[in-house]
């Protein structure tokens, strides 16, 4: 509740709600398991992802999202994980993905977020499930400098799937980066680059290191109050990789709503579940403004951009 009474600088967009939209968003927010379900659960569910496995069939998830706490103390929305011993954060994710493997198509992938801590744990114990493809790992721009240590500043995402059959859509996930070297052929042609009225670009297959994501912040539409919030562009890079359209899309710890958003705006089917009032309260109502705004910051005219590259005039040409 108490995002109605914060005061904020006019410049501020971060996501706040009233009363009336509390009660009204509240409506669409799914809150009780159904006896009888048939057909698969869409939108997001208030509560624990375990009550929500006996209604969604086995093999019916194309990707599965997985953004569990991280191995630290955290809090979030007043619920609170507590860092374990090493070999107990393994057997506590080994039991998560024995809840949710059943779920997955033969065909679907599977991403698991985490840091440098839990990569031991991560690695463990999705090699007993899957077949691991690729460590993604990107930048936090953002974070506090440390005067003992390395300032923190990446996390990753493992990059898995289910057997050798999945999909992966190279060319919806290439990234537009500004030409240093413009070279040109001996008949004075751009070699693999274009000239616009912003400068010189390439467009390059995407690599495993991530340097071109901009954590949500307070001047950003996407932004709430969730502490660990994954930004759209993020999600939009994993989604048009490993889904196609119409794809069902899963995420156990939806958290403010990214996942469930960006399937959305790019026109998949998704289902998500936090333990938090609150999150599923930010979830459904950026749901709701993306009707209105379905672009996706850093991701236009089919390719990504590199941070602070994108100005607003090309945003404004290739948005749709």
Known sequence: MADAKKQRAPRNQTLSLTKAERLRLGKSILSEVPANCQKL???????????WLQVIP??????????????????????????????????????????????LKQTASVYICGDWRTSHSIFETASRHFIIHNRITWEREKGR???????????????????????????????????IAPYKDK???????????????????????????????????????????????????????STNEGDYVLDPFLGSGTTAVVAKKLNRRYFGTDLSEDYCLWAAKRLELADTNPSIQGYAGGVFWERNTMSQQISRQFKK
């Not at 007043?78 to 024995?98: A, D, H, I, M, Q």
């Not at 005067?147 to 859509?169: L, P």
């Not at 930004?231 to 939009?236: R, V």
Request: charged share 25%.
């Open 145 to 179: 400098g440390a005067k003992t240590n390395w300032k923190n500043a990446s996390e990753d995402i493992w990059f898995c799937t289910v057997s050798k059959n999945f999909v992966f859509n190279v060319d919806a996930v290439k990234l537009r980066r500004q030409v």
């Open 41 to 51: 659960p869409q939108g997001v569910a208030h509560g624990d992802y375990r009550d």
């Open 58 to 103: 086995p093999e019916s998830v194309d990707l599965l999202f997985l953004d569990p706490p991280y191995n630290l103390n955290k809090a979030f929305d007043g619920l609170r994980f507590s860092r374990k011993k090493e070999s107990e954060y393994t057997e506590w994710l080994e039991s998560v993905l024995v809840d949710l493997t059943p779920l």
């Open 187 to 241: 008949q004075g042609v751009p070699k693999d680059w274009q000239a616009t009225g912003q400068g010189k670009f390439r467009d390059t297959h995407p690599s495993n290191v991530w340097t071109d994501i901009t954590i949500p912040f307070w001047s950003m539409p996407e932004n709430t109050d969730h502490p660990t919030q994954k930004s759209e562009k993020l999600l939009a890079k994993i989604l048009l990789a």
